[in-house]
C-alpha cells in the first residue's frame, strides 16, 4: 500500500485494485515475473479464495441475476456513485449497470435485458457515452477485504477481539463503535482493511504464495534488509 504499515488510513482503490490483479496473475498463470520491495513482501496478501470468490466473467449472451451481481460487486469493494469516472464506481440504472473495473482502463456499460447481457461496451467517462463494444470482460474485486466474511462468520468473537485491542491501544470507544457500525452496515470506514491484522483468520504473505520452486533474487541485500527492518519497526510503532 502508499499508506505507512498500520497507518489508519485505508489505501487507495487504484493501488488496491493493482495488487489484486497482480495476486490473481500470479494464482493463475503458470510463468510470472515479480518485481516487488521488502515492505510488500512483509505485508500480508488476501486468502488464495477470496479473489476467484469475487471475481465475475462478464459475456454478451449470458444470463445472470442483476441483484446476485451487484451484491458480488459491492463485497468486492465496488461503491455506488452518480456517474463512474473512477476505478471501483459502480452505478445501477434499470438494466444498465456502469462501473470500472481495476482490470480495464476504461469504464464499462454493461445492458440487461430479462437477465440476459445483450450489450456490452466502454464509454467515455467524461461524456459518459459509449464507445467500443466488447464481447466478454473479467471483473476482479478492487478493495482488500472491504466486507471481510470472517466477521459474519465469527462476529460475536471478532466484536470482543476489537474492543479488547481497542482498549488496550488507548482507542476512545466511540471510535471503536463507528467502526464495528461500520462492519454491521457493510458501509465503507477507513482503514477497515486493517482489522484483518486482528480478528481475521491467519493471512499468507507472497512468499507463501509463489511456489516452493520459484526464483528468488535480491538487489542490494543491505538495503533490503534495511527496508524490512524500518518496515517492521513502524509496524510495531
Excluded at 82 to 88: Q, R
Excluded at 99 to 108: E, Q, R, Y
Aim: glycine share 4%; proline share 9%; net charge negative.
Amino acid at each position: 500500500w502508499e499508506t505507512l504499515p498500520l497507518e489508519p488510513v485505508s489505501p487507495g482503490v487504484e493501488v488496491s485494485s493493482q495488487r489484486i490483479n497482480a495476486l490473481n496473475e500470479i494464482q493463475t498463470r503458470p510463468r510470472f515475473i515479480v518485481i516487488t520491495s521488502a515492505d510488500a513482501l512483509l505485508q500480508k496478501i488476501l486468502p488464495p479464495d477470496y479473489i476467484p470468490h469475487l471475481t465475475s466473467t462478464l459475456r454478451v449472451g449470458d444470463h445472470l441475476e442483476r441483484n446476485e451481481l451487484v451484491k458480488k460487486l459491492v463485497e468486492g469493494g465496488f461503491s455506488p456513485a452518480k456517474s463512474v469516472t473512477e476505478i471501483g464506481d459502480l452505478c445501477i440504472k434499470g438494466g444498465v449497470i456502469d462501473l470500472f473495473p481495476g482490470t480495464s482502463s476504461k469504464p464499462i456499460r454493461l445492458e440487461l435485458h430479462d437477465d440476459k447481457i445483450v450489450r456490452l461496451a466502454y464509454f467515455d467517462p467524461e461524456s459518459q457515452r459509449s464507445t467500443d463494444e466488447i464481447s466478454s470482460i473479467e471483473v476482479l474485486p478492487v478493495k482488500e477485504y472491504p466486507f471481510p466474511a470472517w466477521y459474519a462468520e465469527n462476529k460475536e468473537k471478532i466484536i470482543q477481539l476489537l474492543k479488547e485491542r481497542g482498549t488496550s491501544i488507548g482507542t476512545p470507544p466511540r471510535e471503536i463503535e463507528k467502526v464495528l457500525q461500520a462492519l454491521h452496515q457493510k458501509a465503507d470506514y477507513p482503514s477497515l482493511e486493517l482489522l484483518q491484522y486482528i480478528a481475521a483468520p491467519p493471512l499468507p504473505s507472497l512468499l507463501d504464495l509463489i511456489p516452493a520452486d520459484t526464483e528468488v533474487f535480491t538487489v542490494d541485500n543491505l538495503r533490503v534488509q534495511r527496508g524490512m527492518d524500518e518496515f517492521l519497526s513502524l509496524a510495531q510503532e
